[in-house]
């Protein structure tokens, strides 16, 4: 088994990070809003540094997974990719469709989620490339 690079573990996180800010800001930011619900009352009343840092310890946690899978299978570049990216498609998509389904949320808000949790895992997946 090979070691976990922990510096691809934080930029990788920061990578997945970076796309999320632009996702929920620049592109999707009133679909999102109006789909999920979440009014600027909401939004208002939201520490934003503490939510900041609780999402980018949870993309810690998601690359330090990915990591330790790297590390135990030693892949090829390309094959890096092709994980990342069948994780975030296979794996944390149908997560959130299948908690989606019972919540009655709409496919719109699916779509938004599940292209940022794709967009995250091949920047991801860039930042391990760089790193193999």
Known sequence: MGNINLLAVFLGALAFFVVGAIWYSLL??????????VTEAMMQGTSLPKLLVLTYLFEVLIAVMFAHLLARTQPSPHVI??????????????????????????????????????FGMAAMGAVFVCFS
């Open 28 to 37: 999707f930011s009133k679909a999102w809003q109006r789909e999920s619900g």
């Open 81 to 118: 990719m092709m994980m990342a990216l069948g994780f975030g498609a296979t794996v944390m998509t149908p997560a959130v469709g299948i908690n989606y389904l019972y919540q009655r949320k709409s496919l719109k808000l699916f779509l938004i989620d599940a292209g940022h949790f794709i």
